[in-house]
């Protein structure tokens, strides 16, 4: 499992305010506490914009209504990430600009970097940075692990089509309890 990386993928406080599921954040924690167990890395990935947005082009759909919200700027507490998963001091945070978790970002640098050939998705939301970055990791070519219950989305049936009938054809889809299990 040495070339397998965790990904902890927008669990901020703002965006976890969208979904209705109170027990996510203790299957999640589950699962970062076993990666943690098994020397397995964390990697956290937030979104995060400049102060003014700079980033965004009023073109895009999803971030252009934030240019005078102020969110997912260094000074927004919606940008924290929960504190049940919150980032140990070894951990990398890697800061995407756009839906998927390499869109914008270094993680593909840090993945080769450290040899991460395996990777084992989590986060908020299914149909959001779980899809975008599995349909990414996949042209990539990395093996990829999803954590079912790992993901959470406000739309349920998305989540359940996601997670049993698309994500199946990229990735092994499987639960935190049985992951966490097979780590031994």
């Not at 109170?22 to 956290?44: E, F, N, Q, W």
């Not at 050939?117 to 149909?127: E, I």
Request: overall charge negative; aromatic content about 4%.
């Amino acid at each position: 499992m040495s070339n397998t990386a965790l990904l902890a993928m927008d669990i901020q406080n703002g965006i976890l305010s969208r979904i209705a599921a109170a027990d996510y954040v203790p299957r999640l924690t589950r699962a970062v506490d076993a990666a943690r167990g098994a020397g397995i890395p964390v990697l956290h990935v937030v979104v995060g914009f400049r102060s003014g947005h700079p980033e965004v082009s009023e073109r895009n759909m999803a971030f252009s209504a934030l240019g005078a919200s102020g969110a997912f700027t260094p000074g927004d507490p919606g940008a924290a990430i929960h504190p049940d998963v919150a980032p140990r001091p070894d951990e990398t945070v890697i800061t995407k600009k756009r839906i998927s978790a390499f869109a914008g970002s270094d993680l593909e640098m840090v993945l080769r970097a450290q040899g991460i050939t395996d990777l084992v998705l989590t986060g908020v939301a299914t149909s959001g940075v779980v899809l975008s970055t599995l349909r990414q990791a996949a042209d990539l070519d990395y093996r990829l692990t999803v954590l079912a219950d790992g993901c959470a989305d406000a739309d349920e049936e998305v989540h359940r089509v996601l997670t049993e009938k698309v994500f199946p054809r990229q990735a092994t889809v499987t639960t935190v309890e049985e992951w966490a299990a097979a780590l031994g």
